[in-house]
Every structure is written in structure tokens, then in C-alpha cells.
């Protein structure tokens, strides 16, 4: 085989592009909607025109000014993920790939949040926020079926956000807000020698020189930081209904750090026999790009009467920037680049809250949430699907100033299926997938 041929593949094994771009469960792509458990009590409807949730330092700015005084919110969400491979898989030979089916690959992952407004007397209020909008988790047992493709996958995305926002009539005021973003990336994946060594006549004739015969291992992890900013406007149009609109910006990343191989001792000894693929599988510095998506936000808060309102969402995310990632390797291994053709998506939620008494408020809603994969573009590292949100919440206000908010959402995705290559072997198949949502929040007014 060639230097070139053996240089291509070992850009495609890394596979760090597909992990970049993988999925998750609970929102479209590798977004987490997961920064209010009051919102996500009724599917987050109406989260960027609501009063009274703190949240909306990130999500529409402008809302801010609705708050009196100072004001402090810390939300925990625990996200219970399971995914279950139903498919198969054939190396380059047509045989079965061997192993199971990975088991559950999902994980328990808690994502916390905390957020403080405070308004000034002249209309201006100042809020600041620590979330996490996008990322993912999942991890497979080593030698599954579908291990050329992914072992690990673990993706955290942290924003610190400072915004403002300032009244300019009793019933319309605007903010904006600059975010400071890290973002941290570990992937894993196992890589087919066996497979490499076969597709090379003066190689074929050795015992390892087969697929499946001499696995190895590829990990990535790589971390930047990244700047972006968010406007909002809230309207009042009368007493009893609001409307707000809020846009976050997309943000860039070049994510920097090591590509960590584990290749067999016989296999690397072939290598090493030749000065032009000597250098190949080693480790050294990686570059991938990444960019977050945009995102617009329309929602709707009506209250109907002192004891029932009803909200809306609408929003886009500009998954189409997602369009390429190329990787860029310290050693002789050429840039990688993987489209992926992503298409911009939009979620729309609709709840409702009822004021049981001065202590209790109950609240449900539902949600629909496209996708921007198609089927040629899904990887194990974790399936993407349209999916509906099923919520419930409850708000106890403990004393005037103490309020504790409670939430549950079940998240099932439409037929999750995969249909994927990857060094030589082939995964397709189904997914039993879903997600279950535990949220509890306090706040405090002083």
C-alpha cells in the first residue's frame, strides 16, 4: 500500500470529525436546552418572555428588567440518557463484526446552572450566568460491534454570560449580553489494523493482516475558548400578555490538544520497516474547528387569569454553519475534512401553568424538536432523531422571598437509526432510545 493510501486512512480512523457533530438526545444536534428547571417544567414554552425565571440572563436579556431587587437561582438537571444498538454490522470482508451490541450507552449526567439578576432603581438591571448549552456524553463497552466507529464520546461546552438590559417604556425594554465560552472534548474510538494491512498486497500474507485481527485504539482531546454575544427585546402589549425575542450569536472554537494512539506491537513494527509510513499512528498535536450554532428565540407568555396563563416557543438554530470540520494533525497526516451538510432546524413548545394556591403552582407542556441530520450524516457517537418533550413541574413558594422549582420530562425520539462506514466496516441499524429529565431549582429575592 502507499504512503498516500496508508496517510488517508489514518486521517479517517481519528473519525474526531463525526464526534464533533454527534447528537444528543435531549435537544437537537449536541444542544442542551437544560438552564431552567421552572421552563423545563412545561417544555421550555414561553422561556424568553415569562417573568420571574432568572434564566433569561441567557435566554432573552430584556426580560431582566422585570425583576425587582436582587435575585439568585441555582438549578441542578440530572439527564438519564439510554441508547441501545439494535443493528448489525460487516467489516470489509462481508463477515459479522464481532462483539455486542455495546450495551447502554447512554449515562447520568448532571447539568447545573446559576444565574443572578439584579435591578437597578433608574431601569437598568444586571444579570450574570454560568450554563452549559451544548454537549454530550455517551460511552460504549470496548470490542462492540460498532467500536470502529465510537467507544467514547464526551463534549462540555461552559458559558459564563454577562448581559444587561434597560427599559425604554413601561412596556418594551431591550438587553444584550457577551458570552466567554470553553469548550472541552475527549473522544475515543477503536481502529481496524487488521483491515489496513489486508487492502495491501505485500502485507496481505501476514497471520494479523485481517479484519478485526489487530485492533487498536484512537483518542482525541482537544479544548479552547470562545466569545460570543446575545440581544433580546420584551414587549408588553397589554397587562396580561408578553412576547420576547432573543438572538445568540454563533461561536467559533479551535479546539487544540493531542491525538493518543495504541497501535499493536506487530502491526507497528510494519510501519516502522518503512521510512514513508514511519511517522503515521503516532502521537502528536491535533487543530479541529468547531462552531456552535445560532440561535433565535420567539416565545409568548399570556395570562389568561389570575390563575391560568398559557406560553409558546418558536425557535431556530442555525445548525447550517456545521456545514464541514476539518482537522489539521502536527504530523505528516493531511487535513481531514468531513461534511456533514446540516440543515438549519426549529423546536415549538406550547404550556401551560395553573396557581393551585399561594403555596403551588402546577405546570405541563409538549415540544417538538427537528433534527439536523439526515441518515447519511448519523454516527453511533450518538443517533440524532426528531423527538417530542412530554413535561411536568411545580413551583412551592416556601416563603415570600424562598420559591423551589420541580420538574420531570421524558424526551422520546421518532426512530433513531444509523447507516454508517468506518475504516472498511459497516454499522446500520436501530436505536431504543430515550431520556428521562430530573430538574429541581431553588430562588431567592432579597
Known sequence: MSATRITRFSVLALGIAGALA?????????????????????????????????SVVVNNPAAMTRFEGTTVQADLTVIDL???????????????????????????????????VHKLDNGVALGA?????????????????GRYAALTSDVKIVDLTLSGA????????????????????????????????????ATRPLPFARPQAADGMAEVQG???????????????TDTLSIGVSYRSEIDYELSGTADWTVPANVQAVFGSNPATAP????????????????????????VSDAFALNATYAETGWSSLREVRIDFANPDPDSV???????????????????????TLRGGVAYDETPTSLAHRTPRLPDANRIFYSVGASWQLSEALEVNFALTRIE?????????????RVAGGFDGYANLYGISAQYRF
Open 413 to 425: 425520539p421518532r426512530d433513531p437509526r444509523i447507516d454508517t462506514t468506518s475504516g472498511g466496516s
Open 280 to 303: 503515521l499512528f503516532r502521537d502528536g498535536d491535533a487543530l479541529a474547528k468547531l462552531t456552535t450554532p445560532s440561535i433565535l428565540q420567539v416565545a409568548a407568555s399570556w395570562q
Open 129 to 145: 450566568m454560568v450554563s452549559a448549552p451544548f454537549g454530550l456524553k455517551t460511552e460504549y463497552e470496548p470490542g462492540w460491534a
Open 22 to 54: 454527534a447528537g444528543q438526545v435531549q435537544a437537537a444536534g449536541f444542544q442542551l436546552k437544560e438552564n431552567s428547571v421552572k421552563s423545563m417544567g412545561s417544555s421550555f414554552a414561553g422561556t424568553a418572555a415569562k417573568k420571574g425565571d432568572a
Open 166 to 201: 434597560i427599559d425604554i417604556t413601561d412596556r418594551f425594554s431591550v438587553g444584550v449580553g457577551v458570552i466567554a465560552s470553553r469548550a472541552d472534548v475527549t473522544l475515543s474510538k477503536a481502529v481496524d489494523f487488521g483491515s489496513l494491512l489486508f487492502a495491501n498486497p
Open 82 to 116: 439510554n441508547y441501545e444498538f439494535q443493528g448489525s454490522g460487516r467489516d470489509a470482508l462481508g463477515q459479522p463484526l464481532t462483539g455486542g451490541n455495546g450495551g447502554n450507552a447512554g449515562d447520568v449526567t448532571p447539568v447545573p446552572a446559576l444565574s443572578v
Open 223 to 237: 479544548d479552547d475558548n470562545g466569545f460570543g454575544w446575545l440581544v433580546g427585546a420584551h414587549f408588553r402589549p
Open 338 to 360: 468531513e461534511p456533514f451538510q446540516w440543515r438549519d432546524t426549529f423546536f415549538a413548545a406550547l404550556g401551560a401553568e395553573y396557581k393551585l394556591n399561594d403555596a403551588w
